[in-house]
């Protein structure tokens, strides 16, 4: 990779790909795809959960096929069916994936949207509306504009490049992207996951921790509280401990987390609460292991034990657990994507992301050697009330990805 022809000494020094075969495929990529794309995707509903990608993925399959691709549905389980084609290298190159989900939130109240969540609304500003234009069905639509610009360019990659539309994002399910990987489906040593950044590559991901306690206390008739003890009264206590847990800080990533995201206690309202269940959420920054957090946590439940002698707390539940995930900025992988970003003319930032999403258990499992994240329109987007994405930067993420997918890749002689 970045082996020059002989003609090409006069191209700049960023410019892994040839010039000449840039130029030929933007010179074919049509601005209209990226948006006749992400719209196509906004307006099939894909919420997760539950999760019914039926539409979505049988458009998705239609799609790549009329792009002249040959797709695979994998399923892990009934209906969830990520979609996955191959454009085949010559050989001799590195080979690319580029990957979106093709699931959402939900809505929240519809009539809280300025425009109909699923209609894919383009107003006079020159902005997409909809459920999934930012998270992350435009990345998808961008993936999709540049590989059919790669296609349609007659140019032969060296290496081969994957694009896939994968489920369960959402909900951090086992059988969207890793299950595509595991089973095969995408053999690739690069990866990059589409998500609303605002162009600024993320290389550098958060860990977390979801798990639940369960305080234990004595139920009593309300009016007699003394009689029991309250678990609900127990619960805060725990929530106050685990809060004062010692949280770090890194300069891209800012703060560890302890969010609080759900609580289920009480049976009714007379009555002093015997069980009461509270789901934690800890983010923590490279340089502690989830062991390590398990063992913080445990030690300040330990304190408040012996404290107090009538808190008694169930085993923790743990639901979700992956550890710091960070790349080299120096990997190949980085250096393609700022390269592709200069040769159009932006500089790209390097920064920081409060999830690995399907990264981590793509890169633990060994399937891939380097990743990272990028994507247009502006992260807080994502699950938002009138979610929205500029047009400009639905065709820019297409020629963003084609260039890098050049650069990674490498083209053929011939």
Known sequence: MGNHAEGDKAIPEYVMGRESEIQKVLAVLKDEWAVTYAAELVRRPSINPPGDYAEVSAWVEKAFAEMGLEPQIVEGQPGRRNVVARVAGAGGGPSLCLASHIDVVNIGEKGNWRYDPFSAHIDGDGLMWGRGSADSKGMLAGMMAATRAILASRRRLKGDLYLVAYVDDETAGHYGLRHVFTEGKAKAENLILGEATAFEIQYVFKARIWFDLETIG??????????????????????QAIRGIPLNEHPKLGPDTVNIGMIHGGEQVNVVAGRCRTSFDIRWCPGRTSLNIRVVVQAALDRLKGEDPELHIGEMVVTEERDPLEFSTDNPL?????AAGRRLGREIGLGGWYSSGELYPVYSAGHITNGLVIGPGEPWQAHA??????????????????VTALNVCGVAEG
């Open 385 to 402: 009330y009138d979610e929205h994405i500029p047009i400009r930067d639905l065709q820019e993420a297409a020629r963003l990805y084609a």
């Open 334 to 338: 980085i250096r393609a994507t700022q």
């Open 218 to 239: 004595r139920s009593a008739h309300g009016a007699f509280p003394n009689r029991g003890i309250n678990a609900i009264d127990k619960a805060y206590k725990v929530i």
